[in-house]
């Protein structure tokens, strides 16, 4: 059964350094997000992007954030310049449609700064 | 904005039955999904409304009530397994979804 992948499961980082994490959509969706969960809370949403550009945002993207789809296949959220507060586990999703209730995550990438 | 209150835990017994509510407010509203999250796992969908009514899917089923803004989730014949969070989310007219906190269920032998 087609599945998301997310590189890598855990990354430990220094506060002020750049992480890249990695995501492969399920290849025939058209539709992408990455949502953080901070331990023991809700799922937050951050980004969505459609037709190989940001579609929304929320409050938390701010200038630290970018997504990429590098090719046809990866879709990379980088965070520059870490802060202790990006501790979180990060989730990439993906949907076939616009029409769809459901959301197609992957495992996870949990990131940790210290 | 969006705001979506959930109760933070419910408990229950194997083989009973529970109702999880979801009450929203948000704008564009297209639809309200369910989501099971068991500890260090990844969200899993359940459900999805995009009408009023009753979405049933083997032991769970979903409703839900647009002129409310409410939604449930219902679980049956509950198994050990069941014991995971639930998120409900809804989703707007920019296919954004946007997760509830997260009602967390205990089952109890």
């Known amino acids: 059964e087609p599945e998301v992948t997310q590189t890598p499961s855990h990354q430990v980082t220094q506060m002020g350094q750049e992480v890249i994490l990695r995501c492969v959509p399920i290849s025939n969706h058209l539709y992408f997000y990455w949502y953080r969960q901070i331990l023991g809370q809700k799922v937050e949403f951050l980004v969505s992007f459609y037709n190989n550009e940001i579609s929304e945002k929320s409050e938390i993207f701010d200038d630290q954030f970018s997504v990429e789809r590098p090719d046809g296949s990866n879709f990379t959220l980088k965070i520059r310049s870490t802060k202790l507060e990006d501790s979180a586990m990060y989730f990439c999703a993906s949907s076939p449609t616009g029409s769809t209730g459901e959301l197609f995550f992957g495992e996870g990438s949990r990131l940790t700064v210290l | 904005g969006q705001s979506l209150e959930q109760p933070s835990e419910v408990t229950a017994v194997e083989g009973a039955i529970v109702q999880i509510n979801c009450t929203y407010q948000?704008?564009?509203?297209?639809?309200l999904s369910w989501y099971q999250q068991h500890d260090g796992g990844a969200p899993t969908f359940l459900s999805y409304n995009a009408l009023d009514g009753l979405e049933e899917t083997g032991r769970f089923s979903s409703f839900l009530s647009r002129s409310d803004s409410y939604g449930y989730l219902l679980l049956q014949e509950l198994q050990m397994k069941d014991s995971a969070s639930y998120f409900c989310a809804v989703r707007n007219n920019f296919n954004k979804f946007y997760f509830g906190s997260g009602t967390k269920l205990n089952v109890k032998p």
């Open positions: 948000t704008s564009g509203f297209y639809g």
